[in-house]
């Protein structure tokens, strides 16, 4: 995955715009496949926001919003089946990529507030006990 990616952001004519559209894109066609294949795009794209941000450069904030949010709510979706782990990375992964939206920290704030209202399993479990 990386590899491609590299290969696509190298492409002189590939613009970071075009490139957050096609990152969208294949986060929107790979959410329905196995676990570790829209994990892995989800942490490429965490990471190229990042890399962006150290060298002055952001992603659309459209396409950054539309990312973030799908991300919490993949996450949300994987905790109301009980995938705590995979939740919990998912909404690390938006909140990360909500830092750097540039909207003042609106949205991070407000997804940091709805993910403290959630109820981990393995922390109920050790309360249990």
């Not at 190229?48 to 539309?66: D, G, S």
């Not at 990375?89 to 209202?117: C, F, M, N, P, V």
Request: proline share 3%; net charge negative; glycine share 4%.
């Amino acid at each position: 995955m990386r590899e491609l990616v590299n290969q696509i952001w190298n492409l002189e004519h590939f613009s970071d715009e075009k490139l957050a559209k096609y990152m969208r894109c294949l986060l929107k066609v790979t959410l329905p496949m196995e676990h570790k294949i829209p994990l892995n795009v989800i942490e490429e794209i965490s990471t190229m926001v990042k890399e962006l941000a150290n060298r002055k450069k952001h992603f659309p904030p459209l396409e950054l919003e539309w990312i973030t949010i799908t991300a919490f709510n993949h996450g949300v979706d994987l905790y109301g089946i009980h995938e705590d782990e995979l939740s919990k990375a998912w909404a690390s992964h938006a909140l990360t990529i909500a830092h750097y939206l540039g909207d003042g920290g609106e949205l991070e704030r407000q997804l940091q507030d709805k993910y403290t209202k959630l109820k981990w399993d393995d922390i109920q479990a050790a309360d249990e006990t």
